[in-house]
């Protein structure tokens, strides 16, 4: 019998499958699962269980977390940026990234897949191609790892790390349940963000699980299609017309605002025009906020990083225009943390290599 990971369950989930697992010593599994969740470990004996009880727990039910690699952190005005790197059970590894936000508080930046087959031309990850979808326990063991090995004093999530969030919609969907899960690890829907690149069917989807506090941020970098289609293949499926349809419709709250991300490109999607696109794109979707984010050049840079006074120009752009605007400092440079440097483009060539050893 294949061990059900608790960390990918609900606390009502696991009491659920303990009761069908086990004859005795299931009563326990709410405290059992608070146990994994809130302190990182999973000894069912602390919970008075004799020793067979205790096994048969251990037989059905596993709790474990993947390898730390390494940690590299950069030091920056805020706090430190730091990249942690998780070897899973199959041998591929995944990146995490901490994100100082002022005040002791931190955000991490979780992985929902190894690599991405969207593709975008900007970002390391892409680079990759899809290697596999993470599952839900893989995604929660990020966080998971970050506060109880690291003691990282985690406040925020946001699915902006490797892969597309909603490309992976059902272990994606589940890991929110188990996150916002009260009896859990409650971490409160406000503090949860999706970052898509415009997955029309995953935005759906995220709409039917009816959490009307979840924050949802899309990454626009160009609303015009052309420059969209090479910028971001998806959008040649997922047209800027279809995506703007989407969003109108996900209205989960009044005050919603959504997330509108642009990385600014020198000499590519920087000028007025383009400022002027982004506003007339974001005009029917009622509240937005753009983040304006600095590009961060991989190791194949598509440009350079602008300079400020360019990223300040194109902000005042926008302004005219009337939104509002949010330029993201730029923490994480220095240890290819930043947003678009996660990744390992050589990550298929070594699995390969590893299935080759096994064989
Ligand atoms: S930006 Fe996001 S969706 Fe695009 S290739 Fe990178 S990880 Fe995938």
Redesign the pocket.
Known sequence: MNKQPIHGLCNAELAQRAKTLLPRGHGMARRIHRQVMREGRFQPESFGLGREAAEAWRAAFSFELPELVAVKSDEGDYGATSKMVLRLQDGLEVESVRIPMGRGRYTLCVSSQVG?K???TF?E??RMGLLRHLRTDEIIAQLLVARHRLGWPIRNLVFMG???ALDNSENVLQALRVLNDEAGLAIGQERLTICT?GHVEGIRLLDQLGFKRLNLSI?LNAANDSLRNEL?PINRRNDLAKLQQALIVYRPRRNFALGVNYCLLPGINDTEADARAVAAFCRPLDRVLVNLIPYNPGSMPLARAPEEAEVERFIGWLRAEGLPVRERVTKGRGVMAAC?QLGNPTARAELKALRTVRV
């Open positions: 991405c969207m593709g975008c970002c990850t892409g490797m892969g597309e690149v990454s971001m678009g």
